[in-house]
């Protein structure tokens, strides 16, 4: 099929597209700039690169438009967060396109009801985020279940791969938080360290993707948790890292108030928006349904983040990696 995808060189599309050409694909990659993936790979010279400012093309009622013109069987949305911006798209595309993929999240769950927390649960998304995510999927499923369009929607979990740092023990991104559990040094951590992050490999989630394109019978109408098969505790990731470096974790553990004046502003509010969702979410369905099977577990593809880190001189290697 010849496959528009749109986001191609961010996180996902990264690992997804040269999947999608070595599945016999013909690739158009779609994003506002030219820049290059994240990880190189032999497939990216066999792709159609356009450049397309989404935001700019939206408010002209133009972006679909675009988007059709380029002749897709298929279309892969890495990069909608506004309702609107589904809708468009869709009136675009209706009759255009045979298969239609959108990127949600697992936030459209907000808090946890129960876990592992499986699709078909209530939707309570707790910000402005999730509540957008959320009625994507609700309009982009009703759409698909009632035969006007065909589509389907993938939710990954905190993504972490090379190139960007991973979600922390503490629920930010700052890298400072490895390199305290490297040399052996305390990390506070909030409440009793027992939150819950469910981390995928953006690899990973490229298969969720390839595996809907697959068997797309099985796809259309529904929605996928796309994630490691276990999610982690703060305390045990934070203990999984230290032993990275052959050492054993100093915690201490602090009231959230008291904790949250240890770290910047913007990591203690980053920080407060992963506890609060605490995610732990189910693979069963895409398991069952599309033959999804995660190559990482969730320390195996943070600790590949934590190792291209410390490539990166981002991390200071007072001790090697076992």
Not at 53 to 71: H, M, P, Q, V, Y
Request: with cysteine.
């Amino acid at each position: 099929m010849r496959v528009v995808i749109i986001g191609g060189t961010g996180h996902i599309g990264t690992y997804l597209v040269p999947r999608l050409v070595e599945g016999g694909h013909k690739v158009v990659s779609v994003s506002r700039g030219l820049r290059a993936p994240y990880t190189p790979h032999p497939a990216w010279e066999e792709v159609e690169m356009v450049s397309v400012d989404r935001s700019a093309e939206e408010a002209a009622r133009t972006f679909a438009g675009s988007i059709a013109a380029l002749k897709p069987d298929a279309v892969i949305d890495i990069t909608c967060y506004a309702p609107e911006s589904a809708r468009h798209l869709v009136d675009g595309l209706r009759g255009v396109v045979g298969r239609f993929l959108h990127c949600g999240t697992i936030w459209v769950h907000g808090y946890n009801i129960t876990v592992p927390t499986a699709e078909n649960q209530p939707r309570v998304p707790i910000e402005e985020y999730g509540s957008r995510k959320a009625a994507i999927e609700g309009y982009l499923l009703e759409e698909a279940r009632l035969g006007n369009f065909p589509a389907a929607v993938i939710h990954p979990g905190h993504i972490v791969g090379l190139g960007w740092p991973p979600l922390n023990p503490q629920g930010h991104f700052g890298p400072w938080v490895f390199e305290r559990l490297a040399r052996g040094e305390e990390l506070a951590l909030p409440h009793l360290g027992l939150a819950t992050f469910h981390h995928v490999h953006a690899g990973d989630v490229a298969q969720g993707f390839m595996c809907a394109m697959e068997k797309w019978d099985h796809a259309v109408g529904e929605s996928f948790h796309v994630v490691a098969e276990n999610a982690v505790t703060q305390r045990g990731y934070a203990e999984a890292a230290a032993s990275w470096f052959g050492r054993e974790a100093n915690l201490r553990f602090l009231p959230w108030d008291e904790w949250s004046r240890t770290v910047s502003e913007d990591e203690a509010a980053l920080s407060l928006r992963h506890i609060r969702h605490s995610s732990h979410c189910s693979i069963a369905k895409a398991r069952r349904l599309l033959g999804y099977e995660p190559r990482y577990t969730a320390f195996e593809a943070t600790r590949e983040s934590v190792d291209w880190l410390i490539r990166q001189e981002q991390i200071l290697r007072s001790q090697s990696p076992e």
